[in-house]
């Protein structure tokens, strides 16, 4: 069964950079037509997707954030990761990574990792 | 980009039928998905390409669409499916989430 686990830091001071990464478990991250997505959740408030890596290197952001994002992949680590730079309050929220099907869903799921953007 | 638009909340009582709208311009090209999510818990998939319902979810959550709306239907509701749900569709270079609907099981 495909597991998905985001890591990093809890605490980042404004203007700083985010760094997390999603390690996959129960299966290749090389395999099937896939996409790794980032999407994230404020508390309190709906989701946002965030963007999403192929295991071509290609990647898609949302437009609303693409000058901040950068998502990367590391096939040989089992692995993606997303970099948000420019952090403000405003980006403090529960992110997770997730498999995605192309023009499809997503599924399954990380837990959630907890991001809080304070000086 | 494109916008998908839900209630913030629908009421149902036990054994009632729940239905929660997601309705986008977009959406009579682009398949819906729905999710659940508990509180402290990432959202689980629930229906994928409007209507079908993948390994493990109880046949009494289905889906419809008609046009530019997709409805998530929970026939018979139990306390257990008190929830969060979001909808969420794609096109080829983007995904997009609905605000969500806190389902409350009075």
Known sequence: QLQLQESGPGLVKPSQILSLTCSVSGGSISSGSYYWSWIRQPAGKGLEWIGRIFLTGSTNYNPSLKSRVTISIATSKNQFSLKLTSLTAADTAVYYCARGIRLGGFDPWGQGTLVTVSP | ?106
């Open chain 2, 1 to 106: 980009s494109y916008e998908l638009t839900q209630p913030p909340s629908v009421s149902v009582s036990p054994g009632q039928t729940a239905r929660i709208t997601c309705s986008g311009d977009a959406l009579p090209k682009q398949y819906g998905y729905w999710y659940q999510q508990k509180p402290g818990q990432a959202p689980v998939l629930l229906i994928y390409k409007d209507n079908e319902r993948p390994s493990g979810i109880p046949e009494r959550f289905s889906g419809s669409r008609s046009g530019t709306v997709v409805t998530l239907i929970i026939t018979g509701v139990q306390a257990e499916d008190e929830a969060d749900y979001h909808c969420q569709s794609a096109d080829s270079s983007s995904s997009v989430f609905g605000g969500g609907t806190k389902l409350t099981v009075l």
